[in-house]
């Protein structure tokens, strides 16, 4: 089992059409996200200008979570309102346009990944997937097994666990919480 505790202050941030984003992890690490040859990307996002349409992925599936208000946004034509750390699921070659301006976490799937969930938790977890993500929402500390990791606000800590052994997760506050088997 590896863990990486990846805090937001070492992301470096890249321009986007709607504001900067800055990514966290690529998986696997040889992937490029220009080649969108990747199984996954955790990044999070400024959302600069009203509006702004999101880039388009091909054989994608994407979370986006809004860290610090809600989303008025227009997925395919149909207007949505999504509130503060609600999940929004939606394929990466929808037209979608934000009308919000604000920070959001996103994490992106292969659609080749057919095993794969994100929720929001304080709650004890169990589980043996081979990827386990951990965004805090604020500071956090987290046990895992029977080590601990202080978390601040917006850093991730992913567990890669190829063998899929069992792991006992505790939170002190919220936390993203994704699995993902492949």
């Not at 690529?26 to 990307?41: C, E, S």
């Not at 349409?53 to 989303?71: E, K, S």
């Not at 959001?104 to 709650?123: A, P, R």
């Not at 081979?130 to 097994?145: A, G, P, R």
Request: hydrophobic share 40%.
């Amino acid at each position: 089992m590896h863990i990486h505790l990846l805090p937001k202050e070492n992301c470096k941030a890249a321009v986007w059409s709607g504001g900067l984003t800055y990514e966290y992890m690529i998986y696997p690490k040889t992937a490029n996200y220009v080649d969108r040859d990747f199984a996954f990307r955790i990044s999070s996002a400024t959302i600069e200008q009203e509006p702004s349409v999101f880039t388009q992925f091909m054989g994608y599936h994407r979370y986006l979570v809004m860290l610090d208000n809600g989303l008025d946004i227009e997925i395919n034509g149909e207007k949505k309102l999504y509130e503060q750390f609600e999940i929004m699921e939606f394929n990466s070659n929808d037209a979608v346009t934000s009308y919000t301006k604000g920070i959001d976490f996103n994490w992106m799937v292969s659609e080749k990944i057919s095993h794969h969930q994100l929720k929001i938790t304080d709650s004890n977890q169990n589980c043996n997937a081979k990827i386990v993500l951990l965004f805090s929402l604020d500071t956090t500390v987290i046990q895992i097994n029977e080590k601990l990791y202080d978390l601040k606000s917006y850093d991730l800590l992913v567990i890669e666990n190829p063998e899929k052994t069992d792991i006992a997760l505790r939170f002190s506050n919220k936390c993203l919480f994704g699995i993902l088997d492949f």
